[in-house]
């Protein structure tokens, strides 16, 4: 009889990395989005393709270009992020650059039917305030001045909620309209007394409750040399 070999099929080893954390994955999501696939990338050979290294200038492009919007890959920047590149970066300086020059470039230099610039329009759109801002320079030393304003730089997030006090929580926690027994329980500057605010305490002064007197036979004693206090 022929003997037959039973070959066992050899299963990979399972991957023994630990397991990413959540801003792990957001950043590696965030650097997807950001890849050098969505800016181009130069054919080799066999069908390869080679990344093309990004500037400093187009990687804050991309940044701005992506701000707000989870969809765009960071190839056109609109009007609005436009705007906000040349705020944050301190291309408008309210003399020379104001918020209005900005929009009438950026209207000048994108196409007609578009609302959107590519990265090539945007250089030109700086070139544009380069030679505005930096009128002593010649045009390549306006445009780099203006580069180095924009290269690493990133969207300024702003707006942080502020907590706005209701009419009804002011209400409750204002110890001066407080009546009963809440009322006992803080001092005239609306701070807590504590335990003498929840227990009732006796009182061992020796004065009837609500004397309105109390303590001033002590002070006409002390007052009276040679004679002792009872």
Partial sequence: MEEFKVQTAKHPVPNSSPMRSHSEQTREHAAKRLSTTSNGTSDGGAGSKTPVEITALEESFRRFAIHGDTRAAGKEMNGKNW???????????????????????????????????????????????????????????????????????????????????????????????????????????????????????PDTSGYVSGYKHAGSYEKKVQGKPGQKPM
């Fill in 83 to 201: 705007s906000k590149l040349c705020k944050d970066c301190g291309v408008i300086d309210g003399k020379s650059i104001t918020l209005t020059d900005v929009d009438i470039v950026f209207s000048k230099v994108k196409n007609k039917s578009s609302r959107t610039i590519t990265y090539s329009q945007f250089k030109d759109a700086l070139g544009e305030l380069a030679s505005k801002r930096f009128k002593e320079k010649s045009s390549e030393d306006a445009a780099r001045e203006v580069h180095k304003l924009i290269e690493g730089k990133s969207p300024v997030i702003s707006g942080v909620t502020r907590a706005v006090a209701s009419p009804t929580v002011s209400r409750l926690t204002d110890t001066t309209k407080f009546t009963g027994s809440h009322k006992e329980r803080f001092d005239e500057t609306g701070r807590g007394k504590g335990k003498a605010g929840r227990v009732e305490m």
